[in-house]
């Protein structure tokens, strides 16, 4: 008889979007409304969520002169995305937590795949290693179009990072890229329009978290 695979009892969610789309506005509060609802929350983020990891972000969105090829742009990701699953993700949901991470898997697919043109079938497969198959139970995508979201962050001048200095081309081919993206897996993620005022798109998430939950309670217990 074949051993019984038990998945961590915790709950992943991730959020995704382009630059400018509002994710790490709602992401934050997304873990206070859950968190008023009397859930455990862990709001974590990538790159980043451990010492070492947000050593390699700062490397990764640094504004300096040196040109990052994409490769090597992608190994970092890869190698602060196994610090934080070991570290941060994994121990969270075995202790039944719901985790709401700000960017993970399908940011690498939209950037460094659809946006850099790297191997997308090499990219899962270094990613499923980097995770260790860990993926989210539910990813909402805040949708917005290029020129809005890069206007939104040319108004954050203090916060810009080295991808806003990117050419809108290749923002257009990220968000081509999540959109794909969403297509392939449409029960897992969830496409939300983000061009809206920041009140409208909170209650949208909340709608969808209150619905999601909901049917996942109706689920029977896998054993």
Request: hydrophobic fraction near 35%; charge should be positive.
């Amino acid at each position: 008889m074949s051993p019984v695979i038990q998945e961590p009892a915790g709950i992943f969610i991730t959020l995704e979007g382009g630059e400018g789309s509002g994710k790490t506005t709602q992401a934050r509060r997304l873990c206070d409304w859950l968190t008023a609802q009397g859930r455990h929350v862990l709001h974590t983020r990538e790159p980043g969520g451990t010492l070492l990891a947000e050593r390699l972000r700062s490397l990764l969105l640094d504004r300096s002169a040196e040109t990052i090829a994409p490769e090597t742009e992608a190994w970092l990701i890869l190698a602060a995305r196994r610090q934080h699953v070991d570290h941060v993700i994994k121990p969270a949901l075995q202790q039944g937590m719901i985790v709401v991470c700000d960017r993970f898997s399908d940011s690498t697919m939209a950037y460094q795949g659809y946006g850099r043109g790297l191997d997308l079938r090499t990219l899962r497969t270094m990613n499923k290693w980097a995770t260790g198959k860990l993926a989210p139970h539910l990813t909402l995508l805040f949708d917005v179009p290029v020129r809005l979201g890069l206007s939104r962050r040319r108004g954050q001048r203090s916060s810009q990072n080295r991808l806003d200095r990117e050419a809108t081309q290749f923002h257009e081919k990220v968000r081509a890229g999540f959109q794909t993206l969403a297509k392939q897996e449409p029960r897992r993620m969830v496409v939300l329009d983000a061009s809206l005022p920041l009140e409208s798109v909170q209650r949208n998430v909340t709608t969808v978290i209150t619905r999601w939950l909901n049917a996942r309670r109706r689920q029977p217990r896998q054993r």
